[in-house]
């Protein structure tokens, strides 16, 4: 649990949301409340190439991937008064449900796409997006290790 960061201290043992639906993990944060954890391959591309304006944006794969967060997220409120979800997720309390998203790899952004992605998160208030190699960088963080900017190769994720 540490390495997707000092905002969780518990991984539930349950992942069912629904019967239909199945969280890669349910956690409970530091606050004590549900969080979600949804971990897609490094392999997917994050950014199109520019627009017609200029903008970069997001691919349809990270698109996807956020709108299964956003309708998780939305399940989760929805079973808030559900005595059997609620036993299931050990009294964890349901309020404002937060999702971190781990996608796609960042060690080759340039400056203009770092800068994109950090506008693209700010926009979110219930999702945090994150990549491989910014996952990577929090936990050699958390560890102490002195972390500047790390460029990464395919050795260090495998799958």
Known sequence: KWILGSEYIKIL????????????YLMQSFDGFLDLVEIKKPSIK?????????NY??????TSAIMQ??????????????IDFNNRIEGTPILKPKC?????????????????????NASFNQINIIT?????IRAKNLLGIEVIKVKL???NFPF
């Open 100 to 120: 971190l998203l781990v996608i796609g790899r960042s060690n080759n952004w340039d400056k203009e796409q770092e800068k994109y992605f950090r506008m693209f």
């Open 69 to 82: 967060c956003i309708n998780y997220i939305n399940l989760i409120e929805n079973q808030s008064n559900s």
């Open 153 to 155: 190769n395919e050795e």
């Open 13 to 24: 043992n349950e992942r069912d949301i629904d019967v239909d639906h199945i969280a890669d």
């Open 132 to 136: 491989y190699d910014q996952l990577l």
């Open 57 to 62: 944006c997001p691919t349809a794969e990270v």
């Open 46 to 54: 994050f950014w199109n190439n520019k627009d017609s304006h200029g």
